[in-house]
């Protein structure tokens, strides 16, 4: 009887296994196939065992909110001193064109119950309206509205149905409309 090797926690190819290589290949992966790749995909591309991820994540809920907290983390940081607008919009459209880049990251932020990855957003959308002065609950509605409209946009971007939403000429209008209303209750 022979006995299949296992494939333990070092990656074919003598490479070291560590987190940041495993969500190196996550985002890899979500770039080729515009969803979060399974566990065992991930694994396999990755030349390890299945059970050698748990070994840097605990669970798979704890890959994704690293996976999407590093995704996330890389859209624009509003620059303290320039003007609230221009930093909202550049927020904006650099937020859509993650979520353009990888299909998959906006279900899959959508169906986290961890808040790590919006916490970045939030943090920034702060950081780009701090010059209006909005209280705490007139800050939050803003960002929610923001942030919905956003996700709405990123939906219709994926529409096979949709077409003319690949670049940010639609966005303008309806943009421009939310930062002066945000402006007016200021």
């Known amino acids: 009887m022979t006995v ?32 979060v790749p399974s566990l065992r995909k991930l694994a396999t591309s990755l030349g390890v065992d299945v059970m050698a991820l748990y070994h840097y994540f605990p669970n798979k809920g704890a890959l994704l909110e690293a996976l999407c907290c ?13 003007p609230w607008r221009q930093e909202l919009t550049r927020l904006s459209q650099s937020y859509l064109a993650l979520l353009r880049r990888h299909g998959g990251l906006l279900e899959t932020l959508l169906g986290m119950s961890s808040l790590g990855p919006a916490q970045v957003f939030m943090t920034r959308f702060d950081q780009a309206v701090t010059p209006l002065g909005l209280g705490e609950a007139q800050r939050g509605h803003a960002m929610a509205l923001l942030v919905d409209y956003l996700h709405g946009f990123a939906l219709a971007i994926h529409c096979t149905s949709c077409g003319g ?19 007016a209750r200021a």
């Open 165 to 183: 939403l690949e670049d940010d000429t639609h966005l303008q209008g309806p943009l421009n409309f939310y930062l002066d209303a945000l402006e």
């Open 70 to 82: 590093q995704l996330v983390a890389g859209i624009y940081t509003p620059v303290e001193g320039q």
């Open 4 to 35: 299949k090797g296992k494939r333990r926690g070092r990656p074919l190819g003598g490479a070291a296994l560590s987190q940041e290589r495993i969500l190196e290949a996550a985002t890899e992966l979500l770039g080729l196939e515009g969803k």
